[in-house]
């Protein structure tokens, strides 16, 4: 079934760690995208990607980093968590143009403490 | 730079009620909109998308209208049933495929 996943679906980890949150989507999306939403707040893109070795800054600054070296894979690190990376972190992917819609996955609730 | 404002931020009304979602947006050039809607703590799911050119699109009970001259939609909900308490997004496509959220509508529907 083609779907979008993400692990973990939760993480709590101590201050100074390395993370990094899974995506993959088996829809064959060249396209596919990082957002970033705080407890009652808008989502912001933090990350997108066109396809395979490309990937760009969203709208919203952001210490994580992102790599796109096979189609259906796009993962999310950070080197040193911080208390302030706690938030929700969403996955999503579309196909290639601006008319199709995004597809999202479950996300990633991350707390660090 | 565009923003998307989403009336009322919540919204609590009885079982069977026939209810409308407010979404703004700044800039009318935009690709397309969707409508959201996210469950507590989960991921989002995508009720409707309305391309730039088209007025409205219908799936079951949910309607949702574009204007995008006036920078306007509307999510129309019939017969509202427990099971749609949720909050609503509303998003807007502009270029390289990127999406500018509203900040939704928490809708309770009591029983």
């Known amino acids: 079934e083609a779907d979008i996943y993400q692990t973990p679906r939760y993480l709590v980890i101590g201050t100074g760690k390395k993370i990094t949150l899974e995506c993959s989507q088996t829809m064959g999306h060249d396209k596919m995208y990082w957002y970033q939403q705080d407890p009652g707040m808008e989502l912001h893109l933090i990350h997108y990607?066109?396809?395979?070795?490309?990937?760009e800054k969203g709208d919203l600054s952001s210490e994580s980093t992102v790599s796109r070296i096979r189609t259906e894979h796009f993962p999310l690190t950070l080197e040193s968590a911080r208390p302030s990376h706690t938030s929700q972190y969403l996955c999503?992917?579309?196909?290639?143009?601006?008319?199709?819609?995004?597809?999202f996955g479950p996300g990633t609730r991350l707390t660090v403490l | 730079k565009q923003e998307v404002t989403q009336i009322p931020a919540a919204l609590s009304v009885p079982e069977g009620e026939n209810l409308v979602l407010n979404c703004s947006f700044t800039d009318s050039a935009i690709y397309n909109l969707q409508w959201f809607r996210q469950d507590p703590g989960k991921g989002l799911t995508s009720l409707l998308l309305?391309?730039?050119?088209?007025r409205e699109q219908t799936s079951g009970r949910l309607n949702a209208s574009l204007d995008k001259s006036s920078g306007r939609s509307t999510l129309y909900i019939a017969a509202s049933q427990p099971g749609d308490s949720a909050t609503y997004l509303c998003?807007?496509?502009?270029?390289?495929?990127?999406?500018?959220f509203g900040a939704g509508t928490i809708l309770r529907v009591k029983s």
């Open positions: 309305i391309q730039s050119s088209q």
């Open positions: 999503a992917s579309s196909p290639s143009g601006p008319w199709f819609e995004q597809f």
């Open positions: 998003a807007v496509s502009i270029g390289g495929n990127k999406l500018v």
């Open positions: 990607s066109y396809g395979v070795n490309s990937t």
